[in-house]
């Protein structure tokens, strides 16, 4: 989720060449710095001898991304990188991370997590984008015209943002379904909703909208899929142990039934 948003702010101040997102982008490094020690400490209590290699091979690829991102931070804050280079870091870091959880549903062998896992994967594949969107229309508005090739992909984000999510859709639980569409209200969707627009009718320049303003707002929508995405993992959780509980049931069960044979 932070490196969606360091991403979106980078650039933005890449398109601004600099005059944009000055304040912005510091505190929300600090941010992703405080989640990074986290997933550093995480990742080196790992026991890797219970997974697969290729699950191992997945999370060491997303490490070492991860480990490049001061070097990147760097290339960015002296505008040495330009915006396809600087998202073009990002997304593929993101995405390890999100293939990862990808992986995670194809090792599971119960039908119901299967499932659950894949709605959620979906989800966080429609966020990405969401997140690429603000960067790209971040930039674009920051120079007020699209670079080239960005229109054609801003198109293609918002057709994969409605692919993906209508995927988590038909897949996922009544109860997780109902709270993505109760949380996904509001000012910051309909104010999305009505940038992109102005976009999409005008391929070349002129949009008159701040970069500041867009970003602040998509990231309120995003923050509002952030809290869906915490609901869908807390879900996932609770049913994890509720098949952990199942399965133990069952093997006493079972060595009982065994002894009383004997």
């Given at each position: 989720h932070n490196t969606q948003k360091e991403r979106g702010a980078s650039a933005g101040f890449i398109g601004s060449k600099g005059k944009k997102f000055v304040d912005t982008m510091p505190k929300i490094r600090k941010d992703t710095d405080a989640t990074k020690a986290k997933m550093i400490s995480f990742y080196k209590s790992m026991d890797f001898s219970v997974y697969p290699k290729e699950m191992q091979n997945q999370m060491k690829d997303a490490m070492d991304r991860l480990s490049k991102l001061d070097s990147v931070r760097g290339n960015i804050s002296s505008l040495t990188y330009n915006v396809p280079q600087t998202v073009g870091y990002y997304t593929p870091l993101n995405g390890a991370f999100i293939d990862t959880i990808a992986y995670i549903a194809k090792m599971s062998k119960e039908k119901n997590m299967t499932t659950s896992l894949t709605a959620f994967t979906n989800y966080l594949y429609s966020k990405e984008r969401a997140g690429i969107e603000r960067a790209v229309m971040s930039a674009t508005f920051a120079q007020n015209s699209f670079a080239e090739g960005f229109y054609a992909k801003f198109v293609r984000l918002i057709s994969q943002q409605e692919t993906y999510m209508n995927r988590f859709l038909f897949l996922d639980s009544e109860d997780n379904i109902n709270f993505y569409k109760k949380?996904?209200?509001?000012?910051?969707?309909d104010e999305v909703n009505?940038?992109?627009?102005?976009?999409?009718?005008?391929?070349?320049?002129?949009?008159?909208i701040d970069a500041t303003y867009w970003f602040k707002t998509i990231t309120s929508k995003i923050n509002l899929l952030k809290k869906v995405e915490n609901h869908l993992a807390d879900a996932i959780l609770v049913q994890i142990q509720t098949l952990k509980g199942e399965a133990s049931f069952n093997l006493t069960i079972s060595i009982i039934g065994n002894i009383a044979i004997m």
């Amino acid at each position: 989720h932070n490196t969606q948003k360091e991403r979106g702010a980078s650039a933005g101040f890449i398109g601004s060449k600099g005059k944009k997102f000055v304040d912005t982008m510091p505190k929300i490094r600090k941010d992703t710095d405080a989640t990074k020690a986290k997933m550093i400490s995480f990742y080196k209590s790992m026991d890797f001898s219970v997974y697969p290699k290729e699950m191992q091979n997945q999370m060491k690829d997303a490490m070492d991304r991860l480990s490049k991102l001061d070097s990147v931070r760097g290339n960015i804050s002296s505008l040495t990188y330009n915006v396809p280079q600087t998202v073009g870091y990002y997304t593929p870091l993101n995405g390890a991370f999100i293939d990862t959880i990808a992986y995670i549903a194809k090792m599971s062998k119960e039908k119901n997590m299967t499932t659950s896992l894949t709605a959620f994967t979906n989800y966080l594949y429609s966020k990405e984008r969401a997140g690429i969107e603000r960067a790209v229309m971040s930039a674009t508005f920051a120079q007020n015209s699209f670079a080239e090739g960005f229109y054609a992909k801003f198109v293609r984000l918002i057709s994969q943002q409605e692919t993906y999510m209508n995927r988590f859709l038909f897949l996922d639980s009544e109860d997780n379904i109902n709270f993505y569409k109760k949380t996904l209200v509001g000012n910051s969707i309909d104010e999305v909703n009505r940038m992109r627009a102005l976009a999409l009718a005008n391929s070349s320049e002129g949009f008159g909208i701040d970069a500041t303003y867009w970003f602040k707002t998509i990231t309120s929508k995003i923050n509002l899929l952030k809290k869906v995405e915490n609901h869908l993992a807390d879900a996932i959780l609770v049913q994890i142990q509720t098949l952990k509980g199942e399965a133990s049931f069952n093997l006493t069960i079972s060595i009982i039934g065994n002894i009383a044979i004997m």
